[in-house]
């Protein structure tokens, strides 16, 4: 009888707390929402994180407070999500990194499967970019030369894993282009090695390099993703210029700490759907070079896994490994 007891009460305790945590679920938010960003104020992946904010705390009715948390290549402010309540107030803002930093680094302080994706917010297309006098007037131009070079052509990277280095990794391994890896601590300061003319070539964020290349600054060779940039649609894709497996983009999502309830992500996705779909923010991200994606959280999960799958493979066949 006293087993029964403990059982009965056990069982209770859980139906108790389920209850409580569908009537918490039911009605969030009730306080401001934090959105951490691993990276500083200004980039690409801040901006989306600002849309995003702006427009799902319209849909939900609560503030979202964009918190940036830069360093150690977003796994700073990935861990410090991973490690908060799972009570749908502290959210990640993600990038790439978040999927491959696992990867290629010796050390990391969480485990991949302490983050859950919860949306796609937008991406900015990576786009191939070289001083403007390089004689190349395409991609394909660019590569061709690289094999006939008596040396590898220097390309900037912003340091192990990022984006550049990844495209680099497909150039190299897939398409037999001879490059030479030059790491910089930051994008900025790779375009600028580009700009007079230390390295050979980069790509970065279509947001950083349009201004550049429509001043006529840097020459565009093809952007990486797979649909031309709408800020920049005469730019053919890599795709296009018979590059297939060159799908890079610098994008942002939100993933949450593991444990969240369902009924809460679902709630956030469908507010940053929303908010990636409202004219107003769409053509002012459209027009700095950033796609609004939005969508369900089936879908970004999708992404999410498609993504693991394929940098991996680059991360296999390069032997990309921490610095």
Not at 59 to 65: K, T
Request: proline share 6%.
């Amino acid at each position: 009888m006293h087993l029964f007891s403990r059982r009965f009460s056990l069982v209770l305790g859980l139906a108790v707390a389920f209850a409580a945590c569908g009537a918490a679920a039911q009605t969030w938010p009730t306080r401001p929402i934090r959105l951490v960003v691993p990276f500083s104020a200004g980039g690409a992946n801040d901006l989306m994180a600002r849309a995003a904010a702006e427009g799902a705390s319209k849909v939900l009715g609560q503030p979202i407070v964009v918190d940036n948390k830069p360093g150690a290549g977003a796994v700073l402010g990935a861990d410090v999500v991973a490690k908060s309540a799972p009570d749908g107030y502290t959210f990640l803002v993600s990038a790439a990194g978040v999927i491959s930093n696992s990867m290629i680094k010796k050390n990391m302080p969480y485990k991949d499967s302490e983050l859950v994706p919860v949306a796609m917010i937008g991406l900015a297309p990576s786009v191939v970019v070289v001083p403007a006098n390089a004689p190349y007037k395409d991609l394909k131009e660019f590569v061709a030369a690289s094999k006939k070079a008596g040396h590898g052509f220097h390309w900037a990277t912003a340091g192990t894993g990022s984006t550049p280095h990844f495209v680099e990794g497909i150039l190299e391994t897939t398409y037999g282009a001879k490059l030479d890896v030059v790491s910089y601590k930051s994008g900025s300061e790779s375009i600028t090695a580009v700009l007079g003319s230390q390295v050979d070539a980069t790509s970065e964020a279509s947001i950083v390099v349009l201004p550049y290349v429509k001043s006529g600054k840097l020459k565009a060779l093809a952007g990486t993703w797979t649909q031309r940039i709408s800020a920049y649609p005469e730019l053919p894709t890599a795709v296009e210029e018979g590059f297939p497996d060159i799908r890079i983009a610098h994008w942002a999502g939100v993933h949450a700490p593991r444990g969240t309830p369902d009924a809460i992500l679902d709630k956030m996705a469908a507010a940053i759907d929303a908010a990636m779909k409202t004219p107003a923010t769409a053509d002012r991200l459209k027009a700095v070079g950033i796609e609004p994606i939005g969508g369900t959280r089936a879908s970004f999960v999708k992404f999410v896994d498609e993504e693991r799958t394929r940098l991996g493979g680059v991360v296999k066949a390069t032997g990309m490994r921490e610095d």
